[in-house]
T-cell receptor, first 113, second 114 residues
Framework: AQSVTQLGSHVSVSEGALVLLRCNYSSSVPPYLFWYVQYPNQGLQLLLK??????LVKGINGFEAEFKKSETSFHLTKPSAHMSDAAEYFCAVSVAPGNQFYFGTGTSLTVIP | GAVVSQHPSWVICKSGTSVKIECRSL??????MFWYRQFPKQSLMLMATSNEGSKATYEQGVEKDKFLINHASLTLSTLTVTSAHPEDSSFYIC??????????FGQGTRLTVV
């Protein structure tokens, strides 16, 4: 079975500060890992994905994430937060083409001016 | 990236009526689509997997007679909430995977039952 745990349901950072959103996964087989962002009353937008290629993955809007198998982690980072980054972020895992996604409980990011 | 379009984006209906939500893949064919439900400030809960030309697969605890799913073509899946009640009010999101990897999501539908 697959699962994702996101530590911290709410994260607040100052504008310009480092953003770190944590995600740990559980999977019995090599996983595909994803980060999605959701703005209020909207669907999910893909930020980045890991699909067994490079362990450091760069995404849109300056976000990146590193796959660490030894730690079963896939934390999302951004060097400098912008006000527009305030949103809900979801980590997700999938294990095979066509299989469903398993989502974490989400982390709400607040950026303080 | 691929586009998944969901309609309507919001709907208000009276208790006891039925509501249909459409999910279309605009630039790819989707043999499988997924329907999720999201409560305020919570994650997405998979309701069912919609398979083109066959019956949908429902997750445990999801009433198949209440949430009717039809996947009549490779680009369209519909979710019908039958005899809606206020507790069915929620945000419903569909998704599809055009390739082996990432899923693309519709814009979501905000359903309010009054």
């Amino acid at each position: 079975a697959q699962s994702v745990t996101q530590l911290g349901s709410h994260v607040s950072v100052s504008e310009g500060a480092l953003v770190l959103l944590r995600c740990n996964y559980s999977s019995s087989v090599p996983p595909y890992l994803f980060w999605y962002v959701q703005y209020p009353n909207q669907g999910l937008q893909l930020l980045l994905k890991y699909t067994s290629a490079a362990t450091l993955v760069k995404g849109i809007n300056g976000f990146e994430a590193e796959f660490k198998k030894s730690e079963t982690s896939f934390h999302l980072t951004k060097p400098s937060a912008h006000m527009s980054d305030a949103a809900e972020y979801f980590c997700a895992v999938s294990v095979a083409p066509g299989n469903q996604f398993y989502f974490g409980t989400g982390t709400s990011l607040t950026v303080i001016p | 990236g691929a586009v998944v379009s969901q309609h309507p984006s919001w709907v208000i209906c009276k208790s006891g009526t039925s509501v249909k939500i459409e999910c279309r893949s605009l630039d790819f064919q989707a043999t499988t689509m997924f329907w999720y439900r999201q409560f305020p400030k919570q994650s997405l809960m998979l309701m069912a997997t919609s398979n083109e030309g066959s019956k949908a697969t429902y997750e445990q605890g999801v009433e198949k007679d209440k949430f009717l799913i039809n996947h009549a073509s490779l680009t369209l899946s519909t979710l019908t909430v039958t005899s809606a009640h206020p507790e069915d009010s929620s945000f419903y999101i569909c998704s599809a995977r055009p390739r082996d990897t990432e899923a693309f999501f519709g814009q979501g539908t905000r359903l309010t039952v009054v």
